[in-house]
Every structure is written in C-alpha cells, then in structure tokens.
C-alpha cells in the first residue's frame, strides 16, 4: 500500500511541474508576443486588408462591364402588343433577354490615377500598421525597463534591511549586556521596521510595473510575469557621440510615419489628377444583344405561337457603338472638386511638415537628453561611491559607540538615496540610447 501511495504522490508531482514552472520572457518575446495579441494591431491588418481589395478593385475597373437580364411579363385587358406594337384586349406573357458590356476607352486618365491612388493609399496603411507596432513595442520596452528599475530598487531595499537587521542584532546584545540604554533598541527597531516598510512598498510598486506590462502585451490568466536574467545589462554605457542631423536624416529613410505621410502626399496628387480628368470627355464603346419570346406572336400560316427557340433566333437585336459624354455644365461642381482636392493634398504636405517636425523636435531632445544623462551617471556614480565609504565608515563608528543611531541611519538614507538615484539614471540613459539607436537605423528588438 506505501508503494501505492508513493507512485500516485510521484505522479502528481510530474503533473504540477508544468503549472508551477513560469516562462521566462526576454525583451523581443515580450514585443512579439504583445504584438501578435493585440487587438488595435488586428484592426490595423483589417484596414490593410481592405486598402488592398481598394487597390484590386481599381485595377479591375479597367476591364469592360459585362451585364445581363431576363424578364417575364404577364399582360391582362388593354395593352401594347410588344410584337408588332397593335393595341389588343387579350391577356398574354412574354419573355425578354438583354445581354450589354461597356468599356471606358477615354476618361481623362481617371482611371490609371485612380490605380496609382489606391496604390499609394494602401502601401501608407501599410506604413500607419508598422508605426503602430513600433509604437506598440516602445510601450512594452519602457514596461520591461520598469520592471528592471523596481527590481533594482527592491534588491537596495532588502539589502538596507540586512543592514538594519545585523544593527539590530548588534543593539540588542549591547542591551542584553547593559551597555545601552533603551532608546537605542528603540530606534535601532525604528529604523529596521521603516527599511521593511520600503521593502514592502518596492514590492508593490514591482507589481504594478508588472501588470502593466501584462496589460501591454495582453497576457491572460497570469498575475505576474518573469524576466530573462541576461534581458538587460544596466552597467552597459554606449559613450558614442551623435548629433540631431545625423539621426533624423538617417531616420527620415525608415521611419513607417514619415514614409506614410510622403505616399499620402502622392496620394493626394493623384486624387487632385482624377478630380481635373472629370472636366475631360469621356469616350465609351458600347454592344448588346437582345431578344425575346412573346404569346402573341403567331405564325400566319398555322395560326399557331411561334415555337420559342424560333422566337429567341428571329427575335435577336445586337448593336454596338461608340458613347462620347462632353462635360459642359455641372453647377461648377467639377472646378469645385478640383478646389476640394487641392486643399486636401495642401493639407497632406503640411501633415507631412508637422510629422517632420516633430521628429526632428523628438530626436533632439533624445540628443540632449542622453548628453545630459552620460554626465548625470558619471557624477552619480562618483558621489555612490562617496556615500558608500560614507556609510561604511559610520558603520563602524556606530558600532565604537562614537556616533548615535541617528547620524548612523542619516549616513543609511543618503546611501540608499545614492544607489536609487544611480539605477534610476542607469536605466533612463538605457532607455534613452535603446530609442536613439533605433532612430539611428540600429538594431534594438526583432519583430517578427
């Protein structure tokens, strides 16, 4: 029975392993997955799809209009016999059958600009549904980032407990031994229960960075989410030198938005083409075939109907011909929509000026900013070393008995302070070299 019970114990275990066990995400799996998952990227595919079918659809409009129609009449009293026009008083049926195409020969080029519209309009949706990713991603990273800088500030927090604990420890035997006096076990508990309330807080403040990258990447079913310990190498410092022209005009050859907005331009260029190719003549060629069956007509020999296959041979009409329309007046409505088209491509290129700008007005803030940031880590990580010997050393006078454990935890604050104000400018200057590299044309996440 013990072995029994030793095998299903064992084979429950087998089965909890894969629940228990989490998936350990890196950067690019957190983009990836956040983009196939995300449901404002499925519109934008939908939107793709549909510029696409636009696209065709102006293609085909090339090809000739080919359209057939069948009819049944039944006639009663009074009426128009539709075989030989007499006014009879019979009741009768007939049948009709029209088969016509058409085909645009001339339309002021409306057509093949329309072609090149379409095209242009769906190449930009396709830019506007890549932009979206990209922006996508750069929501996720700043998430991934946030999660590395709570790490950090929760790995200072718990150390700072340690600290606090092994001081506590030392207070409470110098008690125990009668060396102090109460109020220093009273302090020394002081400071140890506000570095576990900062340990607390650092905790929830990681989970909330946590939900909010399950949120971006639309993770289910999960409360919290890991990371790959290789993901992020906060002591990485790129020491190159860029400048705001270099960056933005490398830019300007990639990015998806400032790519839309140039086909957009093209665009209205074309739509403004169609709109003057409606002030043209239009030349169309035309041909059709009709005929019909009708009760009424009898054969006069027999005076029987006519059988309806001989009906549907004699009966058949076929024409065709050549259909020109000259514009002439149409309430102005033709300069209108040229007017109309005008401003639209005048609001297109300005779209595109503002785009621009404010990539450029982007990019160099990035510059200054990483400046500034390389400076700012430089003087951060002088003045933590300096805090650090600083609290080492009243470390030590505290356990001599040469200073309180109010200086002590004063030399405590301004290390912590020290390391946070580090990492934070350690992963604002990651952050800041991760979106200048990608404006640079340089490699920062794969998306599939």
Same mark, same amino acid.
């Given at each position: ?19 228990s066990a ?8 957190c ?10 990227l ?12 636009t696209h ?41 059958y ?6 645009d ?16 309009i769906?190449?930009a ?10 922006l ?11 999660i ?8 200072i927090?718990?150390?700072q ?7 506590y420890?030392?207070?409470?035997k110098?008690?125990?031994l ?6 220093d076990?009273?302090?020394?508990e ?7 309330l ?17 949120q971006?990447m ?13 993901a ?5 410092v ?5 400048q705001?022209?270099t ?28 709109a003057?190719?409606?002030l ?17 007509n ?9 059988s309806?296959?001989?009906?549907i041979?004699d ?33 297109a290129?300005?779209?595109? &000026?503002?785009?621009? #700008? *404010? !990539?450029?007005?982007? +990019?160099? /803030?990035?510059?200054q %900013? $990483? ?8 003087q951060?990580?002088? &003045?933590?070393?300096? #805090? *650090? !010997?600083?609290?080492? +050393?009243? /470390?030590?006078?505290y %356990? $001599? ?7 002590l ?11 946070n ?5 350690q992963?604002?200057? $990651? ?18």
């Amino acid at each position: 029975m013990n072995i029994k019970i030793k095998h299903i114990l064992f084979l429950l275990l087998l089965v909890s392993l894969p629940s228990s066990a989490q998936q350990s995400w890196s950067l690019d799996e957190c983009i990836n997955y956040a983009i196939t998952h995300n449901l404002e990227l499925k519109n934008q595919e939908y939107t793709v799809a549909s510029s696409k079918e636009t696209h065709k659809q102006a293609v085909r409009n090339l090809l000739p209009s080919i359209n057939g129609s069948a009819s049944y009449d039944v006639r009663y009293g009074r009426s128009v016999d539709p075989n030989n026009n007499n006014i009879i008083d019979t009741d009768f049926f007939s049948n009709n059958y029209n088969l016509n195409s058409s085909l645009d020969i001339f339309r002021g080029f409306q057509r093949i600009n329309s072609i090149k519209a379409t095209k242009y309009i769906y190449k930009a949706v396709q830019e506007d549904a890549q932009q979206q990713k990209y922006l996508l991603a750069f929501r996720v990273m700043s998430a991934f980032y946030d999660i590395r800088f709570f790490q950090g500030a929760l790995k200072i927090a718990k150390e700072q407990v340690s600290i606090s604990d092994t001081n506590y420890s030392f207070v409470k035997k110098q008690l125990e031994l009668g060396l102090i006096a109460q109020a220093d076990m009273y302090e020394a508990e002081s400071v140890l229960l506000t570095d576990k309330l900062a340990v607390t807080q650092a905790e929830n403040q990681l989970a909330a960075a946590k939900l909010n990258l399950i949120q971006e990447m639309n993770l289910e079913n999960v409360s919290t989410i890991t990371l790959k310990a290789d993901a992020l190498d906060l002591k990485k410092v790129a020491d190159t030198t860029l400048q705001t022209n270099t960056v933005y005009s490398k830019a300007q050859t990639f990015l998806p938005s400032i790519k839309a907005g140039q086909l957009k331009v093209k665009a209205a260029q074309k739509q403004v083409a169609i709109a003057k190719g409606g002030l043209y003549p239009s030349l169309s060629l035309f041909a059709g075939y009709g005929t019909g069956y009708y009760e009424t007509n009898v054969d006069d020999i027999t005076n029987e109907i006519i059988s309806f296959k001989n009906q549907i041979r004699d009966n058949a009409s076929r024409s065709i011909g050549l259909s020109m329309n000259i514009p002439i007046s149409n309430k102005w409505s033709g300069r209108s929509e040229i007017k109309q088209q005008k401003i639209a491509l005048q609001q297109a290129e300005n779209n595109l &000026k503002i785009q621009e #700008q *404010e !990539l450029y007005k982007l +990019i160099q /803030q990035l510059v200054q %900013e $990483k400046n500034a940031l390389e400076v700012e880590n430089l003087q951060s990580l002088k &003045k933590l070393k300096a #805090q *650090e !010997l600083s609290f080492s +050393i009243a /470390q030590k006078k505290y %356990e $001599k008995e040469m200073i309180s454990a109010v200086e002590l935890y004063q030399a405590k604050v301004l290390y912590t302070t020290a390391q946070n104000e580090n990492l934070q400018v350690q992963i604002r200057l $990651k952050v800041n070299q991760s979106t200048l590299d990608f404006y640079n044309g340089l490699p920062v996440f794969t998306i599939n």
